[in-house]
C-alpha cells in the first residue's frame, strides 16, 4: 500500500512538473514570437520617419533587435526579471549572427544565452547544453580553441550522461569535439569519434538526415586533410548527391559538400571535372552569402589554388589577393585562414619568380603567426617554409637552410609526439625537399641528393608543386653530372626528367 502511495504521488509531482514545465516553454515561445514580431520585424520594414524608404538589411534588423534587448533587459526592463526569455532571444539573434559568419558580434550573445540558462536550469538541462554547444561553435569559427575545448567536451561529456550518448543532440556534440580535435592537427583523437558516430547517426536518425550527413561530411574531410582522397570522394559524392537532391544545389550545406568534392577531384588530379564545379559553387556562395562570406572567401582561394595547378598564375594571383584583402578585414590579419592567404599569395609569386616581393609577405604573415599562434604551430611552419622558398630565389641558399631545419625539426617533433598524422606530415616532406633544394643551391650534392630523393616522391602526385620538384631533381643531377661526370647521375637525370615529363602530361 505504502509503495502504491508513493509510486501515485511520484506520477502526479512529476505529471505536474512536466505541466508546469510545458507551460514555462509555451510562455517563452510567446514572449519570443512578440519580440521578434513587433520589434525585429518593424525594423525590418520601410519608414519613412526613421528615413528607410527601402528593406533593411539583415544586419540592420539583428542590430536593432540587439539594441532593443539590451535595453529590454535592463533593471525595470520588460525582461529583467525574465533570464530565460532573455536568454532565448539571444541565443536566435547570436546563432543568426554566427550563420551570417559575423562570430565576434555573436559572440556575447550566446554566452550571455549561455550564463543566463546555466544559472536558471543548471549545467546540465538540455537547453543549457544547446547554448553550451552554440558558443563553442563561435569559438571554433573565430580560432578561439582553448575557449572552444571546455565547452565541446563538457557538453558531450553532460549530455551522455543525461540524455544518453545516442540522443540527437549529444551525437552533434560528439561531433564538434572531433572537428576541435581534427582543427588541432589531432587526426588519431577525431576519427575514431567520427565513425562511431557515423554509425550511430545512421541507426538513430536515418542515413539523410541532417546530423548523420553533417558527420559523413566531417569525416570525409579528415580523410582529405590526411591523404585518403579516394575515401574521402565516396563520401563526399554520396552526400552531395543527397543534399542536393533534398534540398537543392544552392543549399548551403549542398554548397559546401560541393565545395568538398571538388577539393577532392583537384587533389586526385581529375582537373577538368574539378573546375566547373569549383567556379559553380563559388558563383552560387557569392549569390546565397555575399562576397566577403568566410565561405564565399574559402571557394575563392580554392578556385585559385586550381588555377595554380593549371598554370594559370595570374588568375590565381588575382583570387588570392582578393581572398587576402578580405579575410584580413573580416577575420583579422592573424586568423588562420588570413595566414593562408598570405602562404597561397607569396608561394604564387615564387613561382612567378617575383622572390622579393613574396619575401615580404611571407616574412610579415610568419611574424604575425608567431605571435598570435605560436613558433611551432602549422600555419607559422608553413609561412616560414614560403619565406625560405622565396629566399632560394633571392640567391640566399645559406640563410633559408638554416631556417628550413629548423622547419624541419619543428615538424619531426611535432610528428614524434603523434600530433599530426595528415597535414604536418606532409608539410614535413614539403620542408625536406626544400632544404634538399637549398643543399643543392650549395653544391653539397650528396646531402641534397639523399633528401631529394626520398621526399620529392612522397609529395602529392598531380599538384604543380611536384611537377616543379621532379623538374629540380633531374636538372640537380644534370648539374652534378656536369661537375662530377658519372654515368649512374646521367641515369638519373633522365630518368628523372621523364618523371617530370610524364606528371606534366597528365
Do not use: C
Not at 544547446?130 to 572552444?148: C, F, K, P, S, V
Not at 589554388?305 to 598564375?313: E, H, I, S
Not at 650534392?445 to 602529392?460: C, N, R, T, Y
Request: net charge negative.
Amino acid at each position: 500500500l505504502v509503495a502504491g502511495v508513493i509510486g501515485t504521488t511520484w506520477g502526479l509531482l512529476r505529471a505536474r512538473a512536466e505541466a508546469a514545465e510545458a507551460r514555462r516553454q509555451t510562455a517563452i515561445a510567446e514572449a519570443v514570437n512578440d519580440f521578434l514580431n513587433v520589434d525585429v520585424l518593424a525594423a525590418a520594414a520601410p519608414s519613412a520617419q526613421r528615413g528607410k524608404g527601402r528593406d533593411a538589411t539583415m544586419r540592420e534588423v539583428l542590430a536593432a533587435a540587439s539594441e532593443r534587448l539590451d535595453a529590454d533587459s535592463r533593471s525595470g526592463g520588460r525582461f529583467a526579471a525574465e533570464p530565460l526569455i532573455e536568454a532565448a532571444i539571444r541565443f536566435a539573434i547570436g546563432s543568426t549572427y554566427h550563420a551570417l559568419g559575423e562570430d565576434p558580434v555573436a559572440e556575447p550573445h550566446l554566452r550571455r544565452a549561455y550564463e543566463l540558462r546555466r544559472e536558471a536550469l543548471g549545467e546540465d538541462h538540455m537547453l543549457t547544453l544547446r547554448a553550451m554547444n552554440a558558443l563553442g561553435l563561435t569559438y571554433l569559427q573565430m580560432n578561439a580553441l582553448d575557449r572552444a575545448r571546455p565547452l565541446f567536451e563538457g557538453a558531450a561529456e553532460r549530455g551522455r550522461r543525461t540524455l544518453g550518448a545516442e540522443h540527437p543532440d549529444v551525437l552533434a556534440y560528439q561531433m564538434n569535439v572531433a572537428n576541435l580535435y581534427r582543427r588541432e592537427g589531432r587526426y588519431k583523437d577525431a576519427e575514431p569519434i567520427y565513425v562511431q558516430n557515423l554509425e550511430a547517426s545512421r541507426r538513430v536518425l536515418g542515413p539523410e538526415q541532417g546530423g548523420t550527413l553533417d558527420n559523413a561530411i566531417n569525416l570525409a574531410n579528415l580523410y582529405q586533410e590526411t591523404g585518403r582522397y579516394a575515401e574521402a570522394e565516396k563520401l563526399h559524392r554520396e552526400a552531395y548527391e543527397t543534399t542536393e537532391r533534398l534540398h537543392g544545389e544552392k543549399d548551403p550545406l549542398t554548397l559546401g559538400v560541393a565545395n568538398n568534392l571538388a577539393n577532392d577531384l583537384s587533389l586526385l588530379g581529375r582537373l577538368e571535372e574539378a573546375e566547373p564545379l569549383t567556379r559553380r559553387v563559388l558563383d552560387s556562395k557569392v549569390e546565397v552569402y555575399g562576397p566577403d562570406h568566410p565561405s564565399t572567401l574559402n571557394s575563392m582561394s580554392n578556385l585559385g589554388q586550381l588555377y595554380d595547378q593549371l598554370g594559370r598564375d595570374k588568375e590565381a594571383e588575382s583570387l588570392y589577393r582578393q581572398a587576402l584583402a578580405a579575410r584580413s578585414r573580416v577575420l583579422g590579419p592573424a586568423h588562420p585562414r588570413t595566414l593562408q592567404s598570405d602562404h597561397l599569395l607569396a608561394a604564387n609569386l615564387v613561382a612567378q619568380e617575383r622572390h622579393a616581393e613574396a619575401e615580404r609577405i611571407a616574412s610579415a604573415a610568419a611574424e604575425r603567426a608567431a605571435q598570435a599562434l605560436g613558433e611551432h604551430d602549422l600555419n607559422t611552419l608553413q609561412l616560414e617554409d614560403t619565406r625560405a622558398l622565396a629566399l632560394l630565389g633571392l640567391g640566399r641558399a645559406a640563410e633559408a637552410e638554416r631556417r628550413l631545419r629548423r622547419i624541419v625539426s619543428a615538424l619531426s617533433d611535432r610528428l614524434a609526439k603523434g600530433e599530426d598524422a595528415g597535414e604536418g606530415d606532409g608539410q614535413l616532406d614539403e620542408a625536406r625537399v626544400h632544404l634538399g633544394m637549398a643543399l643543392a643551391k650549395q653544391r653539397r650534392w650528396i646531402e641534397a641528393e639523399s633528401l631529394l630523393v626520398s621526399a620529392v616522391p612522397k609529395l602529392p602526385q598531380f599538384e604543380g608543386r611536384t611537377r616543379q620538384a621532379n623538374r629540380f631533381v633531374a636538372e640537380f643531377f644534370e648539374a652534378w653530372h656536369r661537375a662530377e661526370p658519372a654515368a649512374a647521375r646521367a641515369k638519373q637525370a633522365a630518368e628523372w626528367r621523364q618523371r617530370a615529363s610524364s606528371a606534366a602530361t597528365r
